[in-house]
């Protein structure tokens, strides 16, 4: 009804202003247009000129007939001629009337007169109130008619509206009222009667799959609710809703020790209380993250809630806002990772455990993925490479290893991750200190949990110390075998050397001594002697040596080995020698001190093996004040070996005495020499140095002291006596019969010739069975017996083991150019009192008999006179 009303009043007014402006240009209009046809024929009616009464009678009629408040006439030249006014009614519809016109109420007209220059002006103003009486009644109408029907036509709309519309809303506002909201898809809205096709209709209908697609939306929220909310009970989780300052507000936890313990905090919102110490601002910058980044934060922490604690890694994303707080709000799901936190731990035990382990190993250890990186390594490893762990992980072999070897590694590695199992190979690595080492190769592939191959574990063994050493046992074995060849050789070749030196030596005794026979016998005796000499440095060198220290003249050893080397070294090097001629000593083994000297020129020759040059051999007696390696001072034979070969670098002189160090290539060398001449020298109280510059050669000098001799040795260094001088024979020689066995008869008639010239009495045999006959015949007929060791039938210690069976008191002298298994000792222990190396000479045999001789008081008396002749005629 009021809307009906308003619409009425609204429209009405808008009428009545619309009317209003279209009445205003009316009443001026008509009321002007009537004023000048009425003013114009009453001007006419006046008599003319107009004189003033009848100017002012023209404007009082107008006045009165006109609803007009004023009238003024002026002629021709604006002058005012007449003049007449009245006042207006005030009132409201007057105020409304001139407000309504406005300055068009004042208005004139023009009026002709005849004979004027012009014509004259007539002005006058409207009456509003007056003018608008029609308006205004017109108005009043219009506003009873208006509200009138506005009233008739709101009742009838309210009918209306209140009918279709008003009673169809409420029954559908009744009924969602009626709806619970857990039955929103089980009640349907029913379309309101005679509106199937209208807009209610339309309503109700939308209204009716509304309520539907809420309720069944409503329905799935329920659901999804419950299924998460069972997953979070699920979930071995805490699942807590926290404030932007730590603060709990729900706990979402089925974990009854953590909704225990928060059951007071979440009252409090004192999330940091059940937090250990240390860790509430980490978790309150976690929180202020997430709110500020809106993304996933990932913070460990600690909750007391049971005893020892548990620590959980909680995640939290934003949640917005709280219904109950009305501001910001994270989720936090924290998993307890107290076990997983406790196994790592464990871990981390046996990992350093294994890491130690791995690290005591002293060979090198090493593994790697499937794409051959390396994962790691013990601290052997990384001491070989010269490279931490550290920086080795993630790296391949090409990183650490030329392109040849790394491809070659790198192969060996692919051929393992195809076929699995183990590998074992050997190799050749240079460590970090540039020395290039033999290595074996251990590795077998491991494998994932799937079965699949992932890497491979490596250990890496060393093998250089074996690799010497079993260079070191070949060459020991070819020494052997070369001891046991020159044993051979010599053997066969003393004999030939004792008959050559014992028949000279008889010859020489026939012969004038000033006769060129004498002089071409005296040569063949001087190169037997150095043939006796040359076959001994040989033995001696190819065998150990049990000489033991004893004074030795370095001259002579260094002469004799230069023998040797002449004849080993190739005719590319040249050798000079500068020996000095000299009478003091060195206290010192034979066979070491000559090893030392062939070690240091086999070494410079070595390094001439390619260009060739000239090794130069030097022996000084010098009295040093300041020796080397602090050496006391004093007086020193100074050995000096040089060569003009390649050098040896300034890095390597440090390590160029250390054992298996070698700069030579594989099968040159076993890296021994240098450091066995160090140790022998060091061994005789003297020391070794070595100078060299690359490109021009080195010299190593040898620093050996000079032995002062006590008077036994001096005297037996002087009492050397000649080989070819003659001896006076002696009482016992006279009468002593001496049994003479050599298989060899050259050697057996030289020897008796010898013995014989020498006054003794010999029988001589070739035959060591037959010697035996004769002495079985009668063992006191013999004074001395003198045998080979090497012979047929019987050896010479079986001789001797048969003859000490009949007679012990024997003397007894064996001879051998070589045996292995007579050796002195072996001898001396049979009974024989003297050792005799073949050749012997002359001067040799016959001392050695007289002292075996001397020995016994007196020959013993022979059971008959007549000696029997040897079996073999001799």
């Not at 107009?50 to 007009?68: D, G, W």
Request: negative net charge.
């Amino acid at each position: 009804m009021a809307i009906s009303l308003a619409i009425g009043a609204v429209m009405t007014l808008g009428y009545l202003l619309w009317d209003m402006q279209w009445e205003r240009h009316h009443i001026v209009a008509e009321q002007t247009r009537l004023l000048r046809i009425q003013s114009q024929s009453q001007f006419d009616a006046f008599d003319h000129p107009l004189t003033p009464q009848s100017a002012i009678e023209f404007t009082q009629q107008l006045l009165h007939a006109n609803p007009v408040t004023m009238v003024t006439l002026r002629d021709a030249n604006g002058k005012p001629l007449a003049y007449a006014e009245r006042s207006p009614k005030e009132s409201f519809t007057a105020q409304v009337s001139a407000w309504m016109l406005g300055d068009s109420a004042d208005l004139e007209t023009l009026l002709h007169v005849a004979g004027a220059p012009g014509p004259w002006r007539l002005q006058w103003m409207l009456d509003a109130p007056l003018a608008a009486q029609i308006y205004w009644r017109r108005a009043l109408l219009t506003v009873l008619l208006g509200f009138g029907g506005s009233l008739l036509l709101g009742l009838l709309l309210l009918r209306v509206v209140q009918r279709n519309i008003s009673t169809p809303l409420n029954q559908i506002v009744a009924h969602l009222l009626r709806i619970s909201p857990d039955q929103l898809d089980a009640c349907r809205l029913e379309t309101p009667v005679n509106h199937e096709r209208d807009e209610l209709g339309v309503l109700a209908k939308i209204l009716d799959e509304l309520l539907v697609s809420s309720g069944q939306t409503l329905m799935r929220s329920k659901r999804a609710e419950e299924r998460l909310l069972g997953v979070i009970k699920a979930l071995p989780d805490v699942v807590l809703i926290l404030d932007a300052h730590g603060g709990c507000l729900e706990v979402l936890s089925s974990d009854e020790p953590t909704r225990r313990a928060y059951a007071a905090q979440i009252a409090n919102r004192q999330f940091d209380r059940v937090t250990v110490e240390g860790v509430e601002e980490e978790f309150e910058h976690a929180i202020a993250r997430t709110l500020a980044t809106n993304s996933l934060q990932i913070v460990e922490f600690h909750l007391a809630v049971e005893e020892g604690g548990r620590i959980f890694e909680g995640r939290m994303t934003p949640l917005g806002k709280h219904p109950e707080i009305h501001e910001p709000s994270v989720i936090l799901v924290a998993r307890d990772i107290t076990h997983r936190k406790r196994v790592e731990e464990r871990l981390r035990d046996q990992l350093h455990f294994q890491n130690v382990l791995m690290d005591n190993i002293p060979n090198p250890l090493f593994y790697k993925d499937i794409r051959g990186r390396y994962l790691g390594c013990n601290n052997a490893f990384e001491g070989i490479l010269g490279i931490s762990e550290q920086n080795l992980i993630g790296k391949n072999v090409h990183d650490l290893l030329d392109v040849d070897t790394a491809t070659k590694y790198e192969q060996a590695d692919m051929d393992l991750f195809q076929r699995g199992g183990e590998q074992r190979y050997e190799g050749r690595l240079t460590y970090a200190d540039g020395a290039s080492h033999d290595v074996i190769f251990n590795k077998r592939a491991f494998y994932t949990a799937d079965g699949k191959i992932g890497g491979l574990v490596g250990v890496i063994q060393d093998i250089t110390m074996r690799k010497n050493m079993e260079g070191q046992l070949r060459q020991a074995l070819k020494m052997e075998a070369i001891g046991a060849l020159a044993g051979g050789i010599a053997h066969d070749f003393n004999n030939i050397l004792s008959a050559i030196l014992g028949f000279t030596e008889l010859s020489l005794s026939e012969v004038e001594p000033d006769s060129l026979i004498h002089r071409n016998l005296t040569q063949v005796y001087t190169a037997g002697g150095r043939a006796r000499d040359l076959v001994k440095q040989l033995l001696d060198f190819s065998r150990p040596s049990d000489e033991g220290m004893s004074p030795q003249n370095p001259s002579t050893v260094v002469r004799e080995s230069v023998k040797l080397l002449r004849a080993t070294l190739p005719s590319t090097i040249r050798i000079e020698t500068r020996v000095d001629e000299q009478d003091g000593m060195v206290r010192a083994d034979p066979t070491q001190l000559q090893q030392v000297m062939m070690n240091l020129c086999t070494n410079g020759a070595r390094a001439m093996r390619e260009t060739g040059g000239v090794l130069s051999i030097s022996l000084e007696n010098r009295i040093l004040p300041d020796p080397p390696s602090g050496l006391p001072p004093g007086s020193y034979f100074v050995l000096s070996v040089s060569d003009t070969g390649v050098g040896i670098p300034q890095s390597h002189l440090e390590h160029i005495f250390d054992p298996f160090f070698t700069t030579s290539k594989v099968g040159e060398g076993s890296g021994l020499g240098l450091s066995v001449v160090h140790g022998i020298i060091n061994k005789h109280g003297g020391a070794v140095t070595v100078e060299s510059q690359e490109g021009s050669g080195s010299t190593f000098s040898v620093y050996l002291p000079r032995a002062e001799l006590t008077a036994e040795e001096g005297q037996a260094q002087n009492n050397l006596p000649s080989p070819a001088s003659p001896l006076a024979p002696s009482r016992s020689r006279r009468s002593a019969r001496i049994l003479l066995v050599d298989d060899e008869l050259e050697v057996l008639d030289a020897a008796q010739g010898q013995l014989q010239r020498a006054g003794f009495q010999v029988e001589a045999f070739s035959s060591p069975v037959e010697a035996w006959r004769a002495f079985e015949q009668n063992p006191q007929r013999f004074d001395l017996l003198i045998t080979d060791q090497t012979m047929p039938g019987l050896t010479g210690l079986q001789l001797v083991e048969r003859v000490r069976s009949l007679r012990n008191d024997l003397p007894i002298a064996l001879c051998t150019g070589y045996s292995e298994l007579a050796g002195p000792d072996e001898a001396r222990e049979m009974g024989v009192g003297s050792y005799l190396m073949k050749p012997i000479l002359g001067r040799e045999m016959v001392e050695t008999a007289d002292a075996l001789l001397d020995r016994t008081a007196s020959p013993p008396p022979r059971k008959d006179e007549t000696d029997p002749q040897p079996a073999d005629g001799t």
